[in-house]
């Protein structure tokens, strides 16, 4: 197997008890399978996949069995959907994957379906995030080939698949093929359950890790307003698709849950978290995006914008001298 084929896919654990995955499968199944979608900067959840996806969230955005989505930044957190309590022993599947998790859904692929070649972006290592999966009902002819390496995962086992490189999916049989997803941030405690040389041959450069959340020190609320110059990518996770028009306002207040809360002139809206050292993310997003506001007594505070892939920095902005405080 070649280098390239070696991080394409790999084989993490192996030995479920597919039996009692496809019961908890069976009573999952009695309530209604949603439509594929996937999430966008600009249109947010909803964005149609391709024909032949059905999905069931057990963890979403909000707890929504609505969001089939795999989430973006926002006000909301991840959180189990109804669904879970039904599910005792995917729950104990769940658990041995270490992490804070994203997304986790049923995801089926109707006989003769075959997905476009595709890019899953923003997702992988140097984004922060990563989709594994756990095979319930499939056989030989249903596939997944990435960078034209074509690879089938037996029920039963866990699997990473670099889904940011080109690939596509094919069930070229008569049944429906299901698999367990999982996605989950890239921290060291996660990192643990891939082999050393897989991660020898990507590279510490190319991971991301996710910082944990802070709580904000007592009186850190903030109120300012700033401006954002036309062409940065504040607001977006795809960074190409910042507006080339006028400058973005951005409003920072405290949130009811300590966090602080922001709001742009062009409709967004997130919550901010700390992760140490005056740095924050956005809630249901990794670290690829941060905002520093450094609070030196007695100076306006320093907000400078950030965007990483891996350990790379791709774009800082300093927005210092373009804020003022709210009354």
Same mark, same amino acid.
């Given at each position: ?5 070696? !991080? ?18 069976? $009573?999952?199944s009695r309530l209604t399978w949603g439509v594929k979608t996937w999430y966008s900067s600009?249109?947010?959840? /909803? ?6 996806? $059905?999905? !069931? @969230? ?9 969001? *089939?989505?795999?989430?973006? =930044? ?24 270490? /992490?804070?998790?994203?997304? %986790? ?16 972006? =923003?997702?992988? #290592?140097? #984004?922060?995030?990563?989709? +594994?999966?756990?095979?319930? %009902? ?7 080939? %990435? ?18 490189? @080109? ?8 049944? &429906?093929?299901?698999? !367990? ?6 921290? @060291?405690?996660?990192?643990? %359950?891939?082999?050393?040389?897989? +991660?020898?041959?990507l590279g510490d450069d190319r991971i991301l890790h996710n910082r944990p959340e802070v ?5 850190? /609320? +903030? ?10 990518? !504040? *607001?977006?996770?795809?960074?190409w698709r910042s507006s080339p028009g006028d400058d973005c306002v951005v409003t920072l ?10 709001? &742009? ?13 005056? &740095? ?5 997003? *990794? ?13 306006? =505070? ?24 709210? =009354?």
């Amino acid at each position: 197997m070649s280098m390239v084929a070696a !991080l394409d896919a790999v084989q993490l654990r192996s030995g479920y008890d597919v039996e009692r995955l496809e019961r908890d499968l069976e $009573k999952a199944s009695r309530l209604t399978w949603g439509v594929k979608t996937w999430y966008s900067s600009e249109d947010g959840p /909803g964005a149609p996949a391709a024909p032949g996806w $059905k999905c !069931l @969230p057990v963890r979403s955005p909000g707890g929504d069995v609505s969001r *089939t989505d795999p989430g973006g =930044p926002g006000t909301v957190d991840f959180v189990y959907t109804p669904i879970i309590d039904h599910l005792p022993y995917v729950q104990s599947v769940i658990r041995e994957v270490p /992490g804070n998790h994203r997304a %986790i859904e049923f995801l089926a692929l109707a006989p003769g379906a075959c997905s476009p070649v595709h890019t899953d972006y =923003p997702s992988g #290592f140097a #984004f922060g995030w990563v989709r +594994l999966h756990v095979p319930i %009902i499939t056989n030989p002819q249903c596939s997944i080939t %990435i960078n034209g390496n074509r690879h089938y995962w037996e029920p039963g086992t866990l699997w990473y698949g670099d889904v940011s490189q @080109p690939h596509h999916v094919a069930n070229e049989s008569d049944t &429906t093929r299901v698999h !367990l997803v999982i996605d989950v941030e890239v921290s @060291p405690e996660m990192v643990r %359950i891939f082999p050393d040389s897989f +991660l020898r041959a990507l590279g510490d450069d190319r991971i991301l890790h996710n910082r944990p959340e802070v709580p904000l020190p007592a009186g850190h /609320g +903030l109120n300012c307003v700033f401006r954002v110059p036309a062409g940065e990518c !504040l *607001t977006t996770i795809e960074p190409w698709r910042s507006s080339p028009g006028d400058d973005c306002v951005v409003t920072l207040t405290p949130a009811p849950d300590g966090r602080l809360a922001l709001s &742009t002139s062009d409709g967004f809206q997130a919550t901010l978290v700390h992760v140490g050292d005056d &740095t924050f993310r956005y809630l249901g997003w *990794t670290d690829t995006h941060t905002l520093t506001i450094g609070r030196a007594v007695g100076n306006p =505070p320093a907000i400078v914008w950030r965007f990483r892939e891996g350990s790379r920095l791709v774009a800082e902005t300093e927005l210092t001298g373009r804020w003022s405080c709210l =009354p």
